[in-house]
């Protein structure tokens, strides 16, 4: 798990509290309303990898993703009210507030907390555009550094993987990646890695749940206190 995934947890529980304490006056205990507003998260995220995934499309068919995600998400906010009226308040309808099936209020709740993590988390427009020119096969190519899972040298020269899977020869040097790869880390005389990507299983970092690579000695410290994890004997 990298430090940006885990930030994000921990983001997400903060914003189920804060749910629940918008729902206190209409839930009669905190934890009641708080577990009632854990039910809210599928919905959020729903919302969050719904206009993810739509945002290549154009015109009608957008709209129509849109109109669907909407729906959705609603749906599951219904369903947290509903566990609600059903077992914490016994099937008593009058102990329902109307503005909890509002769907503006579940709307207005859900897509709050999904801008606000768009917002914390987002990455600044000149980084994420950020690319790098080469030259592979004898053809200039250009790759967005956001887009790059690591680096690996081989003898006279440079694979660079992209985490699509795609890779690039290149002539350029390991040591020279490293100073135009800012955000990058060095984990081995041969790998240099994209810590957004990166998660650390024993002596090995794991890239995109697909790729492996060894931590050697010399770099095993810095790696290990860059993700804040103890070093293994």
Do not use: C
């Not at 529980?13 to 839930?27: D, F, G, M, P």
């Not at 040591?175 to 810590?195: A, D, M, T, V, Y």
């Amino acid at each position: 798990m990298t430090k940006k995934q885990f930030y994000k947890i921990i983001y997400w529980i903060i914003a189920s509290v804060l749910i629940a304490i918008l729902l206190q006056s209409s839930i009669p205990y905190f934890w009641n309303a708080w577990l009632i507003a854990l039910f809210f998260l599928p919905a959020a995220l729903i919302v969050k990898f719904g206009i993810d995934i739509i945002k290549p499309l154009k015109g009608f068919r957008k709209l129509l993703r849109y109109f669907f995600i909407a729906v959705i998400s609603l749906y599951w906010g219904y369903v947290a009210i509903i566990a609600a009226y059903w077992y914490f308040l016994s099937l008593k309808a009058d102990s329902l507030e109307k503005i909890l099936i509002n769907p503006l209020f579940i709307w207005i709740i859900i897509g709050f907390f999904v801008l606000l993590e768009h917002i914390v988390f987002k990455t600044s427009n000149k980084e994420e555009n950020k690319t790098v020119t080469i030259y592979s096969n004898r053809k200039r190519a250009t790759i967005k550094i956001s887009n790059l899972a690591y680096i690996e040298s081989r003898a006279n020269f440079t694979l660079a993987f992209l985490i699509d899977g795609s890779e690039y020869k290149n002539m350029i040097r390991i040591s020279e990646w490293e100073q135009k790869l800012k955000g990058f880390i060095r984990i081995h005389r041969s790998f240099l890695i994209n810590p957004d990507f990166s998660t650390i299983k024993g002596n090995e970092v794991i890239i995109d749940a697909k790729w492996h690579l060894p931590i050697s000695r010399s770099y095993k410290q810095r790696v290990f206190d860059y993700f804040n994890t103890v070093t293994p004997s």
